[in-house]
């Protein structure tokens, strides 16, 4: 078969069996996907049709150590050989997943030592939602159940991270979201102040934060908000939260965003960037003082696990990924060349009139879109325009239109060179030019 042929023919299999996550169906029965991938290397993919593009999201800001890593492949093949899978029910274990644990504890900020798996970052989420209630009622106190959160936060699609997702269309989508889920303002401490005072310290077992918010669109903690936010949660007996599922692994700079604010959470969640996307990994850590009092005051069983908790190919492959991580000293390099997008973006708000702000920290970046004039949004989103045009060129980038909000998302990476953060930011410089002229 030529191909086209193949390719349309994936087309019409996809629109008949394949129901797409966070799509728009429509869409894709209508005009069909825009793009079905069959390769990558380093930061490009390569689609059916023969379309190189480079990938300026990592896809879903996941594949931190790029593509067509065979070292990755190979150390599942290995693992799989020998044990591709066993359980971790009834205190069984097996050698990868420890391994890991012990090196996610010496990677993590503080004590931070001790780790519950999961398969990605809602189910870290729902995990960290009943390990918080689990612990103050092992303590004595079963009231403390309410999960504050943010609006513009993200933590993903189960019943429960839904639920404390800040980001209203997700709540609409069914209209019922689980209780004892309530929402702040943004990095505002006087809203999070307010809300304890009204739903009392003694209701709520958690306040969860993503240090830098990426589904909301990329909005970064300020300075000095976690710290107070660290300050407040001791004082009025909350667990602090952290949702690193996109932070976690280099993505700011350093190893964990938390770092950036030296503040140690009570519990950290991670995902994504633990394998690069290459197989489905995440966890919950929490604290050598929550560890000790699980396994202390704990009578029973520890009644939440997921068949895939500390899967062992998926640990192998984590293992790996941190390796090179390490080895290739990519944390520094996303600090490095998160200035050099930072720069880009700097360069194309001079040249562009409705540029708005620009942010950056380490390689997960935001460029605003506003009305040249009056500095507020269009009255019609602007970057699902200037993410079509830079997709036509060659570049794959995010938008986050709710709320008001007008952004193109950015998180290549970062294995990322000089050379293609320079192409990345040529290609969205044409990419504008071309909104512009329809403006
Ligand atoms: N938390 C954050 C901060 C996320 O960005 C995401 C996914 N984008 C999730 C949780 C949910 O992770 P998953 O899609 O792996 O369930």
């Known amino acids: 078969m030529m191909k086209t042929d193949v390719h349309e023919m994936l087309i019409d299999l996809d629109k ?36 190189k593009v480079l990938e300026g999201m990592s896809s879903l800001w996941n594949v931190n150590i790029g593509y067509g890593r065979k070292e990755l492949a190979e150390a599942a093949y290995e693992q799989m050989s020998k044990l591709a899978f066993t359980n971790s029910f009834s205190s069984m274990s097996n050698e990868p997943a420890i391994r890991l644990a012990a090196k996610l504890a010496e990677l993590a900020p503080g004590n931070l030592n001790a780790v519950f798996f999961t398969s990605g970052g809602s189910e870290s989420n729902d995990t960290a939602y009943k390990l918080v209630r689990y612990y103050w009622k092992l303590k004595g106190l079963p009231d403390k159940k309410k999960i504050i959160s943010q609006k513009k936060g993200y933590h993903g699609v189960n019943i429960g991270a839904t639920s404390a997702t800040g980001i209203s269309p997700f709540h609409t989508l069914t209209n019922s979201p689980a209780p004892d889920f309530v929402h702040v303002d943004t990095f505002s401490i006087d809203s999070l102040k307010a809300c304890i005072e009204k739903e009392g310290a003694d209701n709520i077992a958690a306040f969860l934060t993503e240090p830098v918010q990426g589904a909301g669109g990329v909005n970064i903690a300020p300075e000095g908000y976690l710290q107070e936010v660290r300050a407040i949660c001791d004082e009025h007996n909350i667990l602090l939260i952290a949702d690193e599922v996109i932070t976690g692994f280099g993505r700011t700079g350093k190893m964990f965003a938390c770092e950036h604010y030296s503040v140690v959470p009570d519990l950290l969640l991670f995902a994504k960037g633990v394998t690069s996307g290459y197989i489905p990994l995440g966890g919950v850590m929490v604290t050598d003082a929550i560890h000790r009092e699980l396994v202390e005051r704990s009578d029973g069983t520890l009644l939440h696990g997921y068949t895939y908790s500390g899967h062992a190919t998926a640990c192998a492959v984590g293992l790996k990924n941190i390796e090179i991580l390490e080895r290739e000293n990519l944390v520094e390099n996303s600090r490095l060349m998160g200035e050099e997008l930072l720069n880009g973006f700097k360069e194309l708000q001079m040249e562009f009139d409705f540029i708005g702000e620009v942010r950056a920290l380490g390689l997960i970046g935001a460029i605003e879109m506003v009305h040249p004039i009056t500095k507020q949004r269009f009255d019609s989103f602007i970057a699902p325009r200037v993410s079509e045009e830079a997709a036509k060129r060659g570049l794959i980038v995010r938008t986050v239109v709710f709320e008001g909000m007008d952004t193109v998302v950015f998180s290549p990476p970062l294995i990322i060179n000089k050379q293609e953060v320079q192409e990345l930011i040529s290609i969205m410089r044409a990419a504008l030019a071309a909104v512009q002229e329809e403006l």
């Open 16 to 51: 008949k069996h394949f129901i797409h996550p966070t799509s728009s169906l429509k869409q894709q029965h209508e005009s069909g996907a825009p793009f079905i991938f069959s390769s990558g290397e380093g930061v490009y993919l390569t689609d059916t049709k023969g379309r």
